[in-house]
């Protein structure tokens, strides 16, 4: 089973912190996605990589895609408390369709 | 984008029954994808819901126990058969666009089994 472990699993912080998420996988992938979602909703996606090594900002979110196209990184800065929820990275590995999500990493900020 | 919209929002239902979750979508999509998220976890696929054909179901899922319909380019429904408490879980339906992966979700529907 190919696999898309992130860490830390659980995130608790102080508003205005800095934190950072990884997406890790033994696979390439020609995309990876990553995805907050929130209670009772679905994921909505806040953005897509594709190239090794790109590096796309959403404004206080930095996010990094792998020199290899295997794994990615996820930074916010100076966190806030509508920053909390469960953010997963996906990707189909090997330019298949077939979509695999992240374990996950449950971010809580606290004001 | 797209506007995804699915039917029930939640329910509760007795082992031994069925239950049939309605996915709509407001505009023609290729890719329609069926997903499990149990309490606390991340997202599986179930499988992918062809227009015209049978659904391609991952490891672990079959057709008796999740039958899929997608009878045109903007409708599926997933049935969870025979239902047992370890089905409850939340069951997400997502188109995919761009060719890059990049999926929509519905909302979701909460089940519990009781």
């Known amino acids: 089973t190919q696999l898309l472990e992130q860490s830390p699993q659980f995130l608790s912080i102080q508003e205005g912190e800095n934190l950072t998420v990884y997406c890790n996988s033994s696979?390439?992938?020609?995309?990876l996605q990553w995805y907050r979602q929130e209670p009772g909703e679905g994921p909505v996606l806040l953005v897509t990589?594709?190239?090794?090594?790109e590096v796309k900002k959403l404004k206080r979110l930095t996010f990094q895609f792998g020199d290899a196209r295997k794994d990615s990184s996820l930074h916010i800065t100076a966190a806030q408390p509508g920053d909390t929820g469960l953010y997963l990275c996906?990707?189909?590995?090997?330019?298949?369709?077939?979509?695999?999500f992240g374990t996950g990493t449950r971010l809580k900020v606290l004001a | 984008s797209a506007v995804i919209s699915q039917k029930p929002s939640r329910d509760i239902c007795q082992r031994g029954t069925s239950l049939t979750i309605q996915c709509q979508v407001d505009s023609q999509v290729t890719m329609m994808f069926w997903y499990r998220q149990q309490p606390g976890q991340s997202l599986t696929l179930i499988a992918t819901a062809n227009q015209g054909s049978e659904a391609t179901y991952e490891s672990g899922f079959v057709i008796d126990k999740f039958p899929i319909s997608r009878p045109n380019l903007t409708f599926s429904t997933l049935t969870v058969s025979n239902m047992s408490p370890e089905d409850s879980s939340i069951y997400l339906c997502s188109v995919e666009r761009s060719g890059r992966g990049e999926q929509y979700f519905g909302p979701g529907t909460r089940l519990t089994v009781t």
């Open positions: 996906a990707g189909a590995p090997g330019g298949t369709y077939k979509y695999i």
């Open positions: 990589v594709v190239t090794g090594g």
């Open positions: 696979s390439v992938f020609s995309s």
